[in-house]
């Protein structure tokens, strides 16, 4: 018995689009791409807040081999990176393969038969050979439990599903969180609503942006030049990796990115009060580091207020602090990031023997090997999995090296003949991530403050502890010794045929 098709892949934003395309140009057409909403984009299609754009430069959050000369400016805003990944579809012909409005909510291995059974929400069930995993991992909200919040009357959403129907013209705003999507949104809302207050829990590392319009000149000379392009985009690229040499042990560039940062504050701020408050505590990295040009400008204005005090109650119309200070509001804004180093998901993935990876990671914390394989759940493969996150680079870069590991694990699974499968050995999983961790043990993420980066058990389950480089070589092919080739007419690994 042989699967539908040769690979099913779930979910289409970066990830998942880019093993697509890959595919397609491997001349391995046999796949399919499952899409629980009702058009591609993932995290560019989900999050429409105002302010909304990309904190990696256009030309490098971009894929390598479908550049965009016409990018409008450096750094990308949310509408136009969307409109990027839907011609990506429509260039490479992917919109014959796409399921939309299709969410899988279980996925099980058939050890007899060597694949896997896809099982959707309207319980249509697929079956594929190979399974990928392009879920990303800013899909799941994080808001804080604060004490009353069920009490309040007025709007509250998370900056991921943002009510356009509310308008907060005139109206009385808190913003809770000075992450990414917070540094965004507030000098976007700050002018047109009566009183911003916006909760800080920790301060982040701001470092200028730069952003600007790239002129019509500029994006003729990338049309007609595509050279010119491919080598900004390289500029861009080892600019990156030389800053990402503060994360991991470098004192000296580390230095120099905390000077920059607190000349930031000095340039934007000048009431000592405040500074004080925008100044981090911890070691440049540790969190995750933010660019804007606006964010500072917009806490001096006069209707905007940064409080540092924690919240200790939510009430019909009003939050109160520590302190005990009352602050009306109308509006509650969460830009509280993502659930990103536990992973937990409506989907079920049940592997050999019926373990359940998410629950198994729940226990374990999530890892795989080199963050795409799980042992015991063979012929599965991650895209933005375990410890490939990054702090400094563009993840679009680590994704096609993800996908590179793919292709090669997809032509030794073709070496191995029909009906066999392939299962990544526990010793090399577990050789490949203790080595991790105490990789990460000299970085800036291991320096002590608490980050989204870590999960519950404190342990860092998001960080790649090293430089994408590096990365790219150890996933440019598939070491053949960390696999064992199982038949699937029989659970027992046939060790003659080993890779």
């Known amino acids: 018995m042989k699967a539908e098709v040769d690979v099913a892949i779930i979910g289409t934003g970066f990830a998942g ?42 030309h490098l959050y971009s894929l390598s081999f479908a550049p965009n000369p016409g990018w409008s400016r450096l750094y990308s805003p949310q509408p136009e990176i969307l409109v990027y990944l839907k011609n990506v579809v429509s260039q ?15 996925t099980e291995f058939s050890e007899s038969n060597g694949f896997w059974t896809l099982t959707d929400r309207q319980q ?53 969180g000075t992450g990414a999507s917070a540094i965004q949104i507030i000098p976007q809302i700050a002018p047109s609503v009566f009183q911003l207050t916006v909760f800080q829990r920790t301060a982040p590392y701001v470092t200028p942006r730069l952003d600007r319009a790239v002129s019509p000149f500029e994006q003729r000379l990338f049309r007609h030049l595509p050279i010119l392009q491919q080598t900004y985009r390289s500029f861009i690229y080892w600019l990156n990796e030389l800053r990402g040499l503060s ?10 990115g905390t000077k920059e940062a607190i000349k930031h504050i000095e340039a934007s701020i000048a009431d000592p009060e405040l500074r004080r408050k925008v100044t981090p505590t911890y070691k440049l990295g540790c969190k995750r580091v933010l ?59 049940i592997g050999r023997d019926g373990r359940n990876l998410f629950t198994e990671w729940l226990t374990t914390g999530a890892e795989a090997h080199y963050g795409i394989t799980v042992s015991g759940y063979p012929n599965l493969l991650f895209l933005v999995g375990p410890n490939t996150g990054l702090g400094h680079n563009s993840i679009v870069h ?24 392939l299962d990544v050995k526990p010793d090399a999983q577990e050789t490949y ?15 002590g403050c608490q980050s989204w980066y870590l999960n519950a058990q404190g342990r860092n389950t998001t960080i790649w502890p090293g430089l994408t480089a590096s990365y790219r070589k150890a996933t440019r092919r598939v070491k053949p010794s960390d696999y064992t080739v199982v038949q699937a007419a029989s659970t027992t690994p046939l060790l003659q045929n080993e890779l």
């Open 92 to 106: 490479h012909g992917l919109a014959p393969h796409i399921h939309y409005n299709t969410e899988i909510i279980r």
């Open 247 to 256: 994360f991991l042990g470098n004192e000296t560039f580390n230095k120099l």
């Open 398 to 421: 680590m994704i096609e090296s993800q996908v590179n590991y793919v292709l090669d694990y997809l032509r030794l699974l073709d070496d191995a003949g029909e009906g066999a499968y």
């Open 17 to 58: 689009l880019t093993a697509a395309v890959r595919l397609k140009q491997q001349r391995n057409t046999s796949f399919i791409l499952f899409e629980r909403a009702d058009e591609v984009g993932g995290t560019w299609r989900d999050n429409v807040y105002p302010g909304c754009a990309c904190d990696v430069p256009s």
């Open 291 to 349: 660019v804007s040009d606006d964010y500072y400008p917009a806490l001096n204005r006069p209707n905007v207020e940064l409080v540092t005090d924690r919240i200790s109650e939510v009430r019909a119309t009003s939050i109160i602090t520590a302190d005990g200070t009352e602050r009306p509001v109308d509006a509650l804004i969460f830009s509280t990031g993502f659930v990103a180093a536990d992973i937990i998901s409506d989907l079920q993935i």
């Open 433 to 447: 991530n203790k080595i991790l961790q105490q990789k990460l043990t000299g970085t800036v993420w291991a320096s």
């Open 124 to 176: 249509k069930s697929y079956t594929a050979r190979v399974v990928i995993g392009a879920l990303g991992p800013l899909n799941r909200p994080s808001i804080p439990r604060l004490n009353g919040l069920d009490t309040f009357t007025g709007r509250a959403f998370h900056s991921s599903a943002w009510d356009h129907s509310f308008d907060l013209t005139g109206k009385r705003v808190a913003v809770v």
